[in-house]
């Protein structure tokens, strides 16, 4: 079987949806599954994410999240009616109204099409690693979320933005699929992070879920590749994080938009910095986030008739030091952590 | 005749009865007999949530909570250009009361939007409204 083969059919095995439309599965509620993909282009970084999310009723809702960070913030989520959607469990083939994310082959393929028309985004994914077995968190008493990560891709394609197109090639992306049974709201919250600079043969992920409060940690995890290879995960234990100050930026560019009625103000648990202190047999990595500014997607809580989870999206500067396997490894590169918080 | 704002402010509430009852109940929990009176360029709506379902009249009458804004600064708040507070600063939102009626009508406020976000027919409701918008 060539190189191409096996990636394609690893993505097959890994990343297909869970959880389809139609009655093939009898709806908790509660599942949610989203994929999501980060490009790092020239001049922008786009977030994407297709959505199914159960919400205690029998049918899931279809999301689209476009965002983009250039000189601001802008973007916003979109639901799409399930009579426009097609999702089929056991394959990766989304289509929700003009917007799809598929896999073609060994390549993940998007279409996300703004609800006014007036931006067009479409791309090639190839991963440059094969993508994770599935890892579980258990997130509270019948409650887990599981994920695939396929930490580096190379993509091509265009953005159309008022008609105007920008072609681009070789650009850096990321990609991760998140499924599970759970309710937004108390229980937990969690960081994740990623950084794939394209000059540099390191990749890493970084994730840490804690209940509601954030005063316990559930799980925790530094994942590290090396071109293709995962060389080196840390667990748990080999972690310390710390996380100080708060990012204070006047304006949050929010969405959706009319959720701003509901999220007055500017504070997000956001902290201005986090740590992550990873050590064990011989290896050990600092890995400093220091956060620049940010844009809320913003969920109403499951459990909670007045509250909202938000899901911060924070630009900013990763400054990775440390050694793997004898190897010395200094980064400095733009990225993204997320920080998931429930006000 | 195309979907006014009392109609539609109506039919919200009705829905939101219907398939969020806890959002309604704590619009009544936090206005108890109190009635506001919300006018959109012209037209204008008096809402008591005191009795189920709540009373919506199309006049101005009395209240002790008085909300005016013009179309064009409803749309920006729902399209999150324009914060509530922001627009109350730059005097495009006006709203008179005692200011534990202003309190009281701020988290009845609250309570409808988290309830509207919640309900299943509020899109249709607001594709609705801006299509009002695009006949005028």
Known sequence: MSARAGLAQALARTNALRRGLGAEHAASGRHKEWFHVCLELEEETILCNFSLMERGQRDPAARVALLWRGERWQGDVFGVPLSECTAQAGSLDLGFG??????????LCLRVVSPRGDRVLEARLTPLSPPTLPSSIRLGPGAAMHWVVVPRLSARGSVRVNGQVRHFADAIAYHDHNWGDFSWGHGFRWDWGYVCPPDSPWALVVVRVSDGPGHRTLSQGVLVWRDDVQVRTFQDAEIVVAQQGSLRQHIVHQIPPVLRLAAPGSASGVPAETVWRAQGRQDALEIRFRARDHAQVLIPSDDDPSGLTRLNEVYGRYLITGRIAGEP?????????EHVRHG | MGDSFVRLLGESLALLDAHVPHAVSAMRRQLG??????????QVASVSMHRHPPVLRGDRGSAPVDVHLPRTVFDDLLDGRLSTLDALRLDRLWMRGELTDLVAFHGA???YVHGAVRCPGFPALLRRWRASGEED
Do not use: K, T
């Open chain 1, 98 to 107: 003009e917007n799809r994310f598929w896999q073609e082959g060994a390549e």
């Open chain 1, 329 to 337: 490894i200094a980064l400095d590169h733009a990225g993204v952590l």
């Open chain 2, 33 to 42: 007999s109190m009635a506001v009176v919300i006018a959109v360029d012209d």
């Open chain 2, 109 to 111: 406020l609250q309570s």
